[in-house]
């Protein structure tokens, strides 16, 4: 079989392959082309394109960005039981005489256009009828052939792996979810259970941003290309049925990972507020200034914002005695390079050296990029939003998918990295299930830190000892 090569290579620099087309003629109308690039097409057109047959092979770029982009206009099952029809009827595999030379010549090109969709996009085939449709037309491949059985085999068994997969990390999530606590219900409950704080459970900065690499890049991992899709999926004009995922949008990895941002965040918080001496709390504030800036050197930058967000809380920014005592020249630099000003200007300027670290790398240590998550979520919005899907004569805006799937695909290659650092499962567990505070526990804690400084926080600090502690 042949191996797929890395997303890396796929796009250049103007978003798609430049040379895309140049070897296949038009020969099934509705493609409209400039300059050798695909432009936009019917959705028929763009469909049979997909395909393969005796004498052609789609680009793997045109792949790849059909493949992410059809489900805006009709369910991946849908689009596999037209691929199964044109495949059977064109080489005419379902005739009981077919030519072995011609299935030879062919079906080659299916299985590596299926290996394609089941290593790209698995999670589409968690549908039973996509499941269907696949071992169906593998079926017909293999009918006969002993080799292509086994490569049959290897492509269903490689995608039952992934699934499972899938299925464990979603039973660790839901397991992680079901015994996470507030804090303050667990201090007023069992007050001697939370008597660490995270410099005592993990003294080295160094080692902590280690750890948050590793839950980093096992999120990314999990997280779909097509979430990203999903994630924007409105009604189709053209499409009298419902919109294909508005009932049912698969994105809960995603979402997961938007959770786990969150989290850290109000960990960050949390541990600050905790202490009751200024001295305890400016010493974690410095903690974790230097765990930020080890996750900037890493190139985890969704930590890093998740940690100055944290830090950046009202509750935390209040506490003005506190940073008092704070050494923050490295924080003010930090905070320099994640700065929202020109659309984050100073960011993705760092995430650019790190994406060309991350080419030339000789380790994995050196590809790490954990991307600032949300703003590439609102990247990827702004793109959708800004582009029509159809062009006023009925067809697909191609270039906008063209896009779409460079900007996709570059995520693509940063998730696949393998976590270098070795695990501290103490740390992990610590980092995923402690209980952190609610705001308005945060807001409490740091009243209690250093006293309300006007009215508006006088009559609030009142409100949370009253609904939160029950006291007046």
């Not at 191996?3 to 409209?32: H, I, V, W």
């Not at 979603?170 to 992680?176: F, M, R, S, Y």
């Not at 009298?240 to 009932?247: E, G, M, R």
């Not at 393998?418 to 103490?426: S, Y």
Request: hydrophobic share 35%; with cysteine; net charge positive.
């Amino acid at each position: 079989m042949p191996q797929t090569p890395p997303f890396a290579a796929m796009f250049d620099s103007s978003g798609y392959n430049r040379n895309l087309y140049q070897s296949k003629e038009d020969n099934c109308g509705g493609l409209y082309y400039h300059d050798n690039n695909l432009l936009s097409g019917s959705l028929e057109a763009l469909i049979q394109h997909l395909v393969p047959n005796v004498d052609y092979y789609p680009d793997r770029t045109y792949i790849f960005t059909f493949l992410l982009s059809s489900r805006l206009f009709m369910h991946p099952y849908e689009l596999m039981a037209k691929v199964c029809h044109l495949c059977t009827e064109h080489q005419r595999l379902s005739e009981p005489g077919t030519d072995k030379s011609r299935i030879r010549k062919i079906a080659p090109k299916i299985l590596q256009l299926l290996t394609e969709w089941t290593e790209t996009f698995p999670y589409d085939f968690r549908d039973e009828r996509m499941m269907r449709n696949l071992k169906e037309l593998a079926q017909r491949i293999a009918n006969g052939d002993e080799m292509y059985r086994k490569n049959v085999q290897q492509i269903i068994q490689s995608l039952i792996r992934k699934l499972a997969s899938l299925s464990q990390y979603e039973e660790v999530l839901a397991k992680i979810n079901a015994t996470s606590t507030d804090r303050l219900t667990v201090l007023k409950t069992k007050p001697q259970s939370i008597q660490r704080d995270i410099i005592t459970v993990c003294n080295d900065p160094y080692m902590l941003a280690q750890q948050l690499t590793h839950i980093e890049l096992e999120r990314l991992n999990y997280i779909g290309p097509e979430e990203f899709v999903q994630a924007f999926v409105q009604k189709d004009p053209l499409d009298n049925d419902q919109s294909c995922y508005a009932d049912r949008k698969k994105t809960r990895n995603l979402e997961a990972y938007v959770e786990w941002f969150n989290r850290l965040s109000y960990l960050v918080a949390t541990e600050i507020c905790m202490p009751v001496k200024k001295k305890h709390r400016a010493r974690m504030i410095e903690y974790f200034i230097d765990v930020a800036r080890e996750c900037f050197n890493i190139g985890n930058f969704n930590s890093l914002m998740a940690i100055i967000s944290g830090m950046n809380m009202s509750p935390v920014s209040r506490l003005k005695k506190t940073w008092a005592k704070v050494k923050t020249a490295k924080f003010d630099i930090l905070e320099h390079q994640m700065d929202p000003s020109s659309n984050f200007y100073n960011y993705r300027t760092a995430l650019r050296g790190a994406a060309q670290r991350s080419l030339t790398a000789h380790s994995n240590r050196e590809k790490i990029v954990i991307p600032f998550f949300s703003l590439l979520i609102k990247d990827i919005y702004f793109l959708n939003e800004g582009c029509a899907n159809r062009l006023p004569n009925g067809h697909v805006n191609f270039e906008k998918f063209w896009e779409l799937a460079k900007q996709v695909s570059e995520f693509m290659t940063w998730k696949q990295v393998e976590c270098p650092f070795e695990r501290d499962r103490k740390i992990l567990q610590y980092l995923l299930t402690v209980p952190v505070f609610s705001e308005d526990a945060l807001y409490m804690a740091s009243y209690e830190s250093e006293g309300p400084e006007n009215h508006i926080e006088k009559d609030r600090w009142k409100m949370l000892r009253s609904t939160l502690l029950g006291r007046v």
